[in-house]
C-alpha cells in the first residue's frame, strides 16, 4: 500500500482542491441568490442584515447538489497538477501503482459522501426551514388588497365545503403554516363562492384556522374577520408530501416513509430520497473513479485537451443519468432502489474498467 506520508500529500491535494471548487461555487450561488432575493423583495422595508441572514440560510440547500461536480472537476485538476509536475511519473517510477495513488481520493469521497448524507443534508434541511420562517415574515408585509405573493405554493383540496384552491406564499413547519394567502371556494356547481386573503393559515383537525382574514363573496361585499375556519380533508403527512419531501432531513426520512405508509399515502418520493441519500459515497466515489481514468495520462503524450473534455462530459452525462433515474423512480416505473443505485454502481464501474485497461493491459 501507499505509504502515509505520500497519502496524505495526494489526498490533501485533492481535498483542497475539492474544497475550493466548492466554497467558490457557494459564494457565486449566494451573489445570483442576493440579486434575485433583492429583486422580489422590491419596495418592501427590509434591513441588508435581514436579506443577508435568509441567502446565508438558503445557500446550503441550494448548494448540496454541487458536491458530485466539485469533486469531478477537483480530482481532475489534482491529477492534472500531479502530472504536469511529473509527481506522478516518479511515483510510478517508484513502484506505486495507479490504484494506489488514486486510493486516497477515493477514499476522501467516500468520507465526504457520508459527511454529505449525514451531517450536511440535516443542516441543510433545517437552515431552509430557518429561511422559510424569515421569507414568511418578509412577504407577510403585503400591501394593497389580495396583494400578489410572486407565486409561492398551490394546494388542491376537497372538503365537506366543497372544492377549495390555496395560494401561499411561504411555508414553515412543512407546510402546516402558510402565510400570505389567497384561498378560492368553489360551490358545487364549480362557480367561486368565496375568495379570502389571510395573513396566516394554520392547519388543524380537520380545518384551515385563517387569521386576519378578508373575505369577498359575490353579492356581499368585502368582511373582516380576526379569524375564519376553511374546513379541509388534508393531513400533515399530505401537506408534507405535497410541499417538503425534499427538505425532510435524512435521520427523519424512516420515519415520514412510516407515516406516509401507515395513512395509505404515497411513498415513493421519500423512498427515493432516502436511497438517493446513502447512495451519494458511491456517486461521489464513481466522480473520482471517472476523473481518474481521464486524468493520469502523460503530459508529454499529448491529448489532454480532448481527454479532459471526455472527462467532463462523462461526468455530467452520470449526473443526468442519475436525475433521469429519479424522475423515473419518483414516477413509480422504476424502483427507488434500483433508480438511487444502479446509475452510482455503473459509474464507478465504467471507472475501474478504464482504468484496469489503460493500467493494467
Same mark, same amino acid.
Given at each position: 500500500?501507499?505509504?502515509?506520508?505520500?497519502?496524505?500529500?495526494?489526498?490533501?491535494?485533492?481535498?483542497?482542491?475539492?474544497?475550493?471548487?466548492?466554497?467558490?461555487?457557494?459564494?457565486?450561488?449566494?451573489?445570483?441568490?442576493?440579486?434575485?432575493?433583492?429583486?422580489?423583495?422590491?419596495?418592501?422595508?427590509?434591513?441588508?442584515?435581514?436579506?443577508?441572514?435568509?441567502?446565508?440560510?438558503?445557500?446550503?440547500?441550494?448548494?448540496?447538489?454541487?458536491?458530485?461536480?466539485?469533486?469531478?472537476?477537483?480530482?481532475?485538476?489534482?491529477?492534472?497538477?500531479?502530472?504536469?509536475?511529473?509527481? !506522478?511519473?516518479?511515483?510510478?517510477?517508484?513502484?506505486?501503482?495507479?490504484?494506489?495513488?488514486?486510493?486516497?481520493?477515493? %477514499?476522501?469521497?467516500?468520507?465526504?459522501?457520508?459527511?454529505?448524507?449525514?451531517?450536511?443534508?440535516?443542516?441543510?434541511?433545517?437552515?431552509?426551514?430557518?429561511? #422559510?420562517?424569515?421569507?414568511?415574515?418578509?412577504? #407577510?408585509?403585503?400591501?394593497?388588497?389580495?396583494?400578489?405573493?410572486?407565486?409561492?405554493?398551490?394546494?388542491?383540496?376537497?372538503?365537506?365545503?366543497?372544492?377549495?384552491?390555496?395560494?401561499?406564499?411561504?411555508?414553515?413547519?412543512?407546510?402546516?403554516?402558510?402565510?400570505?394567502?389567497?384561498?378560492?371556494?368553489?360551490?358545487?356547481?364549480?362557480?367561486?363562492?368565496?375568495?379570502?386573503?389571510?395573513? #396566516?393559515?394554520?392547519?388543524?383537525?380537520?380545518?384551515?384556522?385563517?387569521?386576519?382574514?378578508?373575505?369577498?363573496?359575490?353579492?356581499?361585499? !368585502?368582511?373582516?374577520?380576526?379569524?375564519?375556519?376553511?374546513?379541509?380533508?388534508?393531513?400533515? #403527512?399530505?401537506?408534507?408530501?405535497? %410541499?417538503?419531501?425534499?427538505?425532510?432531513?435524512?435521520?427523519?426520512?424512516?420515519?415520514?416513509?412510516?407515516?406516509?405508509?401507515?395513512?395509505?399515502?404515497?411513498?415513493?418520493?421519500?423512498?427515493?430520497?432516502?436511497?438517493?441519500?446513502?447512495?451519494?459515497?458511491?456517486?461521489?466515489?464513481?466522480?473520482?473513479?471517472?476523473?481518474?481514468?481521464?486524468?493520469?495520462?502523460?503530459?508529454?503524450?499529448?491529448?489532454?485537451?480532448?481527454?479532459?473534455?471526455?472527462?467532463?462530459?462523462?461526468?455530467?452525462?452520470?449526473?443526468?443519468?442519475?436525475?433521469?433515474?429519479?424522475?423515473?423512480?419518483?414516477?413509480?416505473?422504476?424502483?427507488?432502489?434500483?433508480?438511487?443505485?444502479?446509475?452510482?454502481?455503473?459509474?464507478?464501474?465504467?471507472?475501474?474498467?478504464?482504468?484496469?485497461?489503460?493500467?493494467?493491459?
Amino acid at each position: 500500500m501507499i505509504g502515509p506520508t505520500l497519502g496524505f500529500y495526494f489526498g490533501r491535494r485533492f481535498l483542497s482542491s475539492v474544497l475550493g471548487i466548492f466554497v467558490g461555487c457557494v459564494f457565486l450561488i449566494m451573489l445570483i441568490d442576493f440579486l434575485e432575493m433583492s429583486r422580489r423583495v422590491g419596495e418592501r422595508d427590509v434591513d441588508s442584515f435581514t436579506l443577508l441572514l435568509v441567502i446565508l440560510y438558503r445557500a446550503p440547500f441550494f448548494t448540496e447538489q454541487l458536491l458530485p461536480f466539485a469533486v469531478l472537476f477537483g480530482a481532475i485538476g489534482t491529477f492534472l497538477t500531479l502530472s504536469r509536475r511529473l509527481e !506522478l511519473v516518479v511515483a510510478r517510477a517508484a513502484g506505486i501503482s495507479a490504484w494506489q495513488f488514486i486510493f486516497p481520493a477515493c %477514499l476522501l469521497a467516500v468520507l465526504l459522501g457520508v459527511f454529505s448524507t449525514t451531517i450536511y443534508n440535516p443542516m441543510s434541511a433545517d437552515f431552509k426551514e430557518r429561511a #422559510n420562517r424569515i421569507e414568511a415574515e418578509i412577504f #407577510n408585509r403585503q400591501t394593497g388588497l389580495f396583494a400578489s405573493t410572486g407565486g409561492g405554493f398551490w394546494i388542491r383540496q376537497q372538503s365537506v365545503d366543497g372544492q377549495a384552491i390555496i395560494q401561499a406564499g411561504a411555508k414553515v413547519d412543512g407546510g402546516r403554516q402558510l402565510s400570505g394567502v389567497n384561498v378560492f371556494l368553489f360551490g358545487p356547481d364549480g362557480k367561486l363562492q368565496e375568495r379570502i386573503e389571510a395573513r #396566516n393559515a394554520t392547519l388543524e383537525d380537520g380545518a384551515w384556522r385563517l387569521s386576519e382574514a378578508r373575505v369577498l363573496t359575490p353579492g356581499l361585499g !368585502l368582511q373582516s374577520y380576526d379569524t375564519y375556519m376553511v374546513a379541509t380533508n388534508l393531513t400533515p #403527512n399530505q401537506i408534507e408530501e405535497t %410541499l417538503q419531501s425534499d427538505t425532510v432531513p435524512f435521520w427523519n426520512l424512516p420515519g415520514a416513509i412510516e407515516a406516509a405508509r401507515r395513512v395509505g399515502f404515497g411513498v415513493e418520493r421519500y423512498r427515493l430520497q432516502y436511497q438517493s441519500l446513502l447512495a451519494r459515497p458511491m456517486l461521489l466515489l464513481a466522480m473520482v473513479l471517472i476523473a481518474a481514468s481521464v486524468s493520469l495520462r502523460v503530459f508529454r503524450f499529448g491529448g489532454i485537451g480532448q481527454t479532459i473534455l471526455g472527462g467532463v462530459a462523462a461526468g455530467f452525462l452520470l449526473y443526468v443519468f442519475t436525475k433521469l433515474a429519479e424522475d423515473l423512480g419518483e414516477a413509480g416505473i422504476v424502483h427507488p432502489i434500483i433508480a438511487a443505485w444502479f446509475p452510482a454502481v455503473v459509474g464507478a464501474l465504467m471507472g475501474v474498467l478504464i482504468l484496469l485497461h489503460r493500467e493494467d493491459g
